[in-house]
């Protein structure tokens, strides 16, 4: 740790007076001038003021404290400022290195290109009498494009070109909705309304009940309705020429005509609902299946599928290979998954399997 030194020599100070004795007091008086602050014994004898004194070592003390202080804060910002003054050269001279290398890349390329200047003008002094013909029909060529450039307007051939590329697509219309018929009306509301690929026949729902329109010449007429499915219906999906076909029969009529074909789909329905003891359809869904194979299933008994639920039965689907047919309930959190049992001139029966703890019950449909 340094030591401040004073400039001045203690014993070289003097009083106003210059008694000629060592200096002891020194007045803290600001009117007073820097040498009559200084008082020895002599002026000590006789001195009187309001002003506030202090010896001549405890000044120095304090004076010498306040330096140390200063000096050790200065110390650290310089070794600081010295630190990064230290990289700023450092990024500076690699600045400079790099801007050398610049600068002679620059210089070898204007030499190489003063080279091949020189080359250029030496391989001008010499042509072939068979290039030099073709050049100068191409120099009345390009002649004559320098003077017809700016009659060129290529903003309207580019206008033209965009025309005619619009006239061959065809315009966008607006659609605007006509109003056909309104007459037919239901007192409770629809879950679901689809047509049919044709656009003639129309299913649509009403609680428990599924309808079926025709839809001909913009009139929509009611042909049939499936009431809500009680306790000992089965529900049968058959085909006929390709197109899936599903009916409703009492156990009882098995083996006769008394069926009942509600429309023609291309897909399962894929919801069914069980709600005190009265099933009905949910939605109906028209899609036909990959390749164009339909679904086919016979004498599913909804009795016999999902006699082990204890709660209302929220959905209802068949995967894709149209081996798994599954159901889900809710509260009960559990599903059953049937899977194919004997398979008989394309007709599938079903075979209930219980499986318990679903993640989640809260959906109404299964995909």
Known sequence: MFKPKMIENQNNLHCQNKHGQPVHLVVLDPKLDKKQ???????????????????????????EDNIKQTMSDLEGITQQTVQQLQICKRNIQELKAYFMKLFDSLISIA??????????????????????????????????????????????????????ICSIHPQKR??????????VKQSVGCQDIVFDSSGSIIVSTQSKDIKVWSFLNGKIQLTNILQGLLNGFNVQFIVRNRILLFQVTRPQDAGNNRTQVIGQVHNLIKNIKICNLIYYFLEVM??????????????????LLLYQHYNEVLALSLNQSETLLVSCAGDDNEIIIGKEENKLNEIYNIEGIKYNKIYNDDGYKLV
Do not use: P
Request: with cysteine; proline share 0%; net charge positive.
């Open 286 to 303: 028209i899609n036909q299946l990959k390749y164009g194979r339909l679904i086919l299933i016979k004498n599913i008994d909804i009795h």
């Open 37 to 63: 602050r200084l008082l020895c014994t002599d002026c000590m004898e006789n001195f009187e003021s309001d002003a506030k004194t202090i010896g001549v070592k405890k000044i120095i003390q304090i004076i």
């Open 111 to 164: 030499e190489e290109w003063t080279q091949n200047l020189f080359t250029l003008i030496q391989q001008s002094k010499q042509y072939n009498l068979y290039d030099e013909s073709w050049m100068a029909k191409l120099l009345i060529i390009l002649n004559q494009y320098i003077q017809d450039k700016d009659k060129v307007n290529f903003n309207e051939i580019k206008q033209k070109f965009t025309n005619i």
């Open 174 to 183: 607006k659609i605007r909705l006509k109003l056909i018929d309104y007459s």
